[in-house]
């Protein structure tokens, strides 16, 4: 845990050749921005255990490099069915 708090900044997707993102168990509490759909090369991102809110679509549909997707423990609105439907290549949603 780092103690985060507050929002993602829309920042984020300027990091195009992020790999792993890990934040969980933090405080941040925003809604998932959208930049999060423009890491393409992200493999791993690891949101579980905040406070973040979102309705699908969510905004990493389109990432075809994820392999893992924790959004557990948060205020998001998603089903797993319809994620793993929506994005066959991840290995694991939590």
């Not at 195009?16 to 999060?36: D, F, G, M, S, Y």
């Not at 423009?38 to 389109?62: M, V, W």
Request: charged content about 20%; glycine content about 6%.
């Amino acid at each position: 845990m780092n103690q985060l708090s507050g929002p993602i900044p829309e920042t984020i997707g300027d990091l195009t050749e992020l790999k792993i993102l890990r934040l969980h168990c933090n405080r941040l509490n925003c809604k998932l921005p959208q930049a999060l759909g423009r890491l393409q090369d992200i493999t791993i991102l690891d949101l579980r255990s905040n406070q973040l809110a979102g309705l699908q679509p969510l905004p990493f549909y389109e990432l075809r490099n994820l392999s893992y997707l924790g959004i557990s423990s948060n205020l998001i609105k998603y089903s797993e069915a319809e994620i793993k439907s929506k994005m066959p290549w991840l290995t694991k949603v939590n």
